[in-house]
């Protein structure tokens, strides 16, 4: 795709704001009601009801205050980043990084991830590559995040583009996935800027990472047809990256949901309630925290299933196993494999974890009996994953 004939104006509602656009909207987020009122509930749930327009007063003198010298997205990452180390430093026991340090500083990449946290995700890879001095990397996020506008400015002020899931007829759909595809090729070949993407829509509630072959497909969408896939796939610099969490902040709620998808038609999502989900990741515990960077994918893959397969292959083998996915595979099957655990890797011994079992069994026993063995699972599949990947 030639930079000189492409009409950037097609990606003009799905792109995230350019740099002369940071101080308007910076402007227009300090006023916005709504996102004050969100803040001050959000930091203070108790006292926000009682004390609401004055909070939102400080939280608006707050944010004027913070960003006063962003006058660009860089400007605007950096007083994110600060505060993203400090609620990672404060709801974890510390975030490592492996493989980021070998990729390429002058050359673009795709990082294709896992997804267990909406927001923590993304936020994560973005505050790993800060750490190690990479550029920071365009987010892919659905539409369903963005059901006010303050959250469509946060999130398009910290490099966001729109993915458009909520398209309406197959035509829409088609024309929504064809831009995507091309915006996510334009990003990375001609303004040499990393991209984000989850290798499926949705977080993987069961702790199943499998990467949908249809993302490739959405991919090759921008492919000239003289090239071939493997050499238009190679073009992209796809890199699969792997973050785990030894608690997830969310567990109960993601098993509440899977199973009444199971035991009904449909699960009625209530208003807003991805929002609340992000604030969940974001405050709640997460224990051990590890982004894997994999190895870019250079080989000859020249179909959607043999390129998933290869994520996944990266993603799952790269996946760094916490003592409370063992638990919970022990819980089920009866015995814990021989596999290493944290970072860096350690044997597995059960009995000097005593602490963490026992507290698992009491999160576990906390969490309704009807979905408790959903959440156990989704404890123990990235095991079952690695088993099955190492067979």
């Not at 991830?113 to 990479?134: T, W």
């Not at 792997?242 to 899977?258: F, G, H, M, N």
């Not at 998933?308 to 292959?313: L, Q, T, Y």
């Amino acid at each position: 795709m030639n930079a000189r004939n492409l009409d950037l104006s097609q990606f003009d509602d799905i792109r995230p704001y350019r740099d002369d656009e940071v101080r308007p909207v910076l402007r227009r987020l300090v006023e916005d009601p709504e996102m004050s009122r969100v803040v001050a509930h959000f930091l203070l749930p108790g006292a926000a009801s009682k004390l609401e327009r004055p909070l939102a007063w400080l939280v608006r003198q707050f944010v004027r205050f913070e960003f006063r010298k962003a006058n660009n997205l860089r400007g605007v990452q950096e007083v994110i980043a600060r505060y993203l180390e400090k609620a990672v430093n404060r709801t974890s026991c510390g975030l490592t990084i492996s493989g980021l340090d070998t990729l390429p500083r002058n050359r673009a990449c795709l990082f294709v991830s896992n997804h267990r946290d909406i927001a923590m995700d993304p936020a994560l890879a973005i505050l790993a590559m800060f750490k190690e001095g990479h550029e920071t990397s365009r987010i892919a996020i659905g539409d369903n995040l963005l059901s006010k506008q303050f959250a469509t400015d946060m999130m398009k002020l910290n490099k966001c583009f729109v993915v458009k899931r909520s398209s309406g007829s197959r035509r829409e759909k088609l024309n929504a996935a064809t831009t995507l595809s091309r915006y996510i090729h334009h990003s990375i070949v001609n303004d040499n800027e990393h991209v984000w993407i989850a290798q499926r829509a949705g977080r993987a509630k069961d702790g199943l990472d499998r990467t949908n072959p249809a993302l490739a497909a959405m991919f090759a969408m921008a492919k000239p047809k003289e090239q071939s896939f493997a050499d238009f796939w190679r073009e992209l610099h796809i890199v699969p990256l792997s973050i785990s969490y030894e608690w997830d902040p969310c567990d109960r709620y993601k098993a509440r949901e899977l199973y009444i998808k199971e035991h009904q038609d449909e699960y009625q999502k209530e208003a807003h309630e991805d929002l609340g989900s992000i604030g969940k990741g974001v405050v709640g515990k997460k224990g051990h925290i590890h982004a894997a960077f994999g190895t870019p994918i250079e080989g000859d893959f020249n179909d959607v299933a043999a390129l998933a397969d290869e994520i996944d292959r990266q993603i799952i083998g790269n996946y760094v196993l916490h003592p409370t996915n063992l638990i919970a595979y022990q819980m089920i099957y009866g015995v814990a494999p021989d596999l290493p655990v944290g970072y860096p890797a350690k044997p597995w011994h059960p009995d000097e974890h005593q602490a963490i079992r026992e507290q698992f069994e009491q999160r576990m026993a906390a969490i309704d009996e009807r979905w408790r063995d959903k959440a156990i699972q989704a404890y123990a599949n990235p095991v079952v994953s690695r088993l099955a990947f190492e067979q």
